[in-house]
Structures are given as C-alpha cells and as structure tokens.
C-alpha cells in the first residue's frame, strides 16, 4: 500500500524559506515520478513541481528559480525547498505520487501540510 506523509509546514514572513518533505512508502516499482500541488486559500489545488523518474525537475512559473524539488529514493523521501516566500505561496501543500501499475499510471495523495506567509 502506498503512503505519502508531508511535514515541515508552518508560518514564515515574506522574504523567509520553508523545506517541506514528503515520506512514502509503498512503491515497489522504479518506474514512477513525483510531486508538489498546493491549495492556497478559497481557491483550486495548483501544480507546483513535479520530480520524474530519471530526476529532472520541472516547475510552475509562479516558483520557477525560488522552489527546488529534490528525491531520496533510498530513504524514501521528496523535498520542496521553498525560498523568498511570498503570501501568495500560502496554503496546503500536498505530495503526489504517480506510479505506473499494471493496471495503468495511478495517482497517489498525502494528506498535506499548511505553507503561510501572511502578508
């Protein structure tokens, strides 16, 4: 069964830095990418970062050269660190996993963890 956890939300004024992780647990394939979405306030859950399978990262322009996204496979955990945060990156961070099955690529949620930077 797979399970994805996040930590490492909290409060943080404009300008400061957050580092939220994601522990799974679960997959017994390689063949599987991961990533970041988040709620913000009142509106739909957005795509942030995704991390893929060979490593390359990619990301939402609104975190572009402010956010990194990283893996440990080994230790089965994913990362976002989140630098020059702005009120507008508050909100509900939520780890994905996409896992491709013999049933097809399946989609795999946590629970998430808060982001606020009050303005």
């Known amino acids: 069964q797979v399970r994805l956890v996040e930590s490492g939300g909290g409060l943080v004024y404009p300008g400061g830095s957050l580092r939220l992780q994601c522990d799974y647990s679960?997959?017994?394939?390689?063949?599987?990418?991961m990533g970041w979405f988040r709620q913000p306030p009142g509106k739909q859950r957005e795509w942030v970062a995704t991390?893929?399978?060979?490593?390359?990262?990619s990301y939402a322009d609104s975190v572009k050269g402010r956010f990194t996204i990283a893996r440990d496979s080994d230790l089965g955990a994913m990362y976002l660190q989140m630098n020059n945060l702005t009120p507008e990156d508050s909100g509900d961070y939520y780890c994905?996993?996409?896992?491709?099955?013999?049933?097809?690529?399946?989609?795999?949620w946590g629970r998430g963890t808060q982001g606020t930077s009050p303005s």
């Open positions: 994905i996993a996409v896992v491709v099955e013999f049933r097809g690529p399946q989609d795999y």
């Open positions: 679960g997959i017994i394939t390689s063949d599987y990418s």
């Open positions: 991390i893929a399978r060979d490593g390359a990262a």
